[in-house]
């Protein structure tokens, strides 16, 4: 009930494309769902969150998507960049969770954007 | 205003030897998370600490790994008598309430020969 499940494993995209990524999650008490950006040989870093109160959340060429009702919510890169090419982690926190603040990550998303 | 810091950041250990990995908090923050990330895994919880107190070690391991967060001075993983399959980044994260975002260190690296 603590799973949260991420896909696809890896991905490649043109640049200028959107890049997709899915996440979905199986307790229903989670109520907080960050996205982590993670380049190699560094530390997750936040890139973007949502709570379950609003559908969508965007900032800059970052967008959360959030059906509540599907237990899912995907991260959409527009204008990927080459500069984006790293690894995407969604995680799910909350009383879900033993509301201690700990994130359960989804297994990662390895993005490639092409030139 | 320096973020979360690790050290080691690479850490080799022979079989049967004890690693030990030191994490301190963003300044102001008092909650320490540890996970551990396998070669192409994702990141696994271990431990969540706040000062002089463990508040979930669910993730950690029975045997052989240990953690604390004294009063003074930094968190402290240690692993006892490591085996291969210790070799992984480890990764502290720090909050300041608790829920909410974490801030990540960049991860100490154990390599077990």
């Known amino acids: ?115 | 205003n320096a973020g979360v810091m690790q050290n080691p950041r690479h850490l080799v250990r022979r079989r049967g030897q004890e690693a030990r990995l030191r994490c301190s908090p963003m300044k102001g923050h008092s909650h320490v998370y540890w996970y551990r990330q396998l070669p192409e895994e994702g990141l696994k919880f271990m431990v969540y600490l706040q000062k002089e107190n463990i508040i979930d070690e669910s993730g950690m391991p029975k045997e052989r790994f240990s953690a604390e967060f004294p009063k003074e001075g930094p968190s402290i993983l240690r692993i006892q008598q490591v085996v291969r399959g210790d070799s992984a980044a480890y990764f502290c994260a720090s909050s300041p309430l608790g829920p909410g975002e974490l801030f990540f260190g960049e991860g100490s690296r154990l390599t077990v020969l």
């Open chain 1, 1 to 115: 009930q603590q799973q949260v499940k991420q896909s696809p494993q890896s991905l490649i995209v043109q640049k200028g494309g959107i890049s997709i990524i899915n996440c979905a999650y199986e307790n229903t008490a989670f109520d907080y769902f960050p996205w982590y950006q993670q380049f190699p040989g560094k530390g997750p870093a936040l890139l973007i969150a949502i709570r379950p109160d609003v559908s969508e959340k965007k900032e800059g060429r970052f967008t959360i998507s959030f059906n509540k009702s599907a237990k899912q919510f995907s991260l959409h890169i527009m204008d990927s960049q080459p500069g984006d090419s790293a690894t995407y982690f969604c995680a799910a926190s909350g009383p879900g969770s033993g509301n201690t603040g700990k994130l359960i990550f989804g297994q990662g998303t390895t993005l490639q954007v092409k030139p």
